[in-house]
């Protein structure tokens, strides 16, 4: 089955709103984990707008403690990203110091809203390949964002990435439309992807309305990370209940639709 790593950004942002604790990112995480999701995603960015370091710190702990040992904690980020007086170490230096299970590398700059490309494997592979090194020292398994329609994986499979996440924001805008085909183009990503040796992760604007669908046209998809959507569903119907409606988007792609 497909994991679900439930990424908690939105949570941060409105804490961070108030300057003050709640809502808590380790109580969220908690109910997300107890409703079935298999993972915490946090994209900390250096102007800390939503998710901090401490959060990452934070989480981390609470997945440690936790009986459970497959729970995951995911770092995305844009691993070029330097170190600054506002609190943020580095997203290297964030990978290591929170033993992070997975760390998703993606090219987003400073002034962008959110991610909203991936890198190209070919051009890219020789610049990301220190960094890969330092986060598979680190003990992390290493995802690289990547486009549909990328072409060079092997690119990415020769520098030691161990999967690629595939950037859903097109799929779903074309889904929206009516556009039930868009899918197409990630399978054939995806099954390139499995032949270079990666695994595949998927996400962005991925929801109840489009996962399911998504997941039957791009079988043997590693694990999904929605945020936006899910908490913004969590906002009207409650976290657990939103958990567990998208855990059933996913294993109903198992299914004959």
């Known amino acids: ?82 170190a600054n007086d506002r609190g943020y170490p580095g997203f290297c230096a964030l990978v290591e110091r929170a033993h992070a299970h997975q760390a998703t590398l993606v090219p987003d700059a400073d002034a962008q809203l959110t991610s909203d490309h ?21 003990g ?18 020769g520098i030691g990435v161990d999967r690629v996440e595939l950037y859903t924001g097109p799929y779903a805008k074309a889904y929206a439309r009516g556009d039930h085909e868009a899918a197409e183009a990630y399978a054939r990503t995806a099954q390139a992807a499995r032949a270079a040796g990666l695994g595949v992760n998927a996400g962005h604007d991925l929801d109840q309305g489009n996962v399911t669908a998504f997941l039957r046209r791009v079988p043997g998809v590693d694990e ?17 209940e939103t958990v567990r409606r998208y855990i059933a988007c996913i294993l109903s792609a198992s299914r004959a639709p």
Do not use: Y
């Not at 991936?118 to 986060?135: K, N, S």
């Not at 992390?140 to 499979?157: E, H, I, K, T």
């Not at 999904?224 to 657990?240: E, F, K, Q, R, Y």
């Open 1 to 82: 089955m497909t994991a679900l790593s439930v990424n908690l950004n939105k949570i941060a942002l409105l804490r961070n709103s108030r300057g003050e604790s709640r809502p808590s990112v380790v109580e969220a995480a908690r109910i997300a984990i107890d409703a079935g999701a298999t993972g915490i995603t946090l994209h900390p960015r250096p102007d800390q707008r939503h998710a901090l370091a401490r959060d990452v710190d934070d989480v981390a702990v609470f997945l440690r403690a936790s009986p459970n040992r497959s729970l995951e904690l995911n770092l995305e980020g844009n691993p070029f990203a330097p």
């Open 118 to 138: 991936g890198f190209d494997p070919g051009r890219d592979a020789a610049r990301l390949a220190p960094i890969v090194a330092r986060l598979k020292r680190a």
């Open 140 to 157: 992390a398994r290493v995802s690289v964002f990547v486009d549909a329609g990328a072409s060079d994986l092997d690119a990415l499979a």
């Open 224 to 240: 999904v990370s929605i945020g936006h959507a899910l908490i913004a569903d969590a906002l009207l119907d409650g976290l657990a």
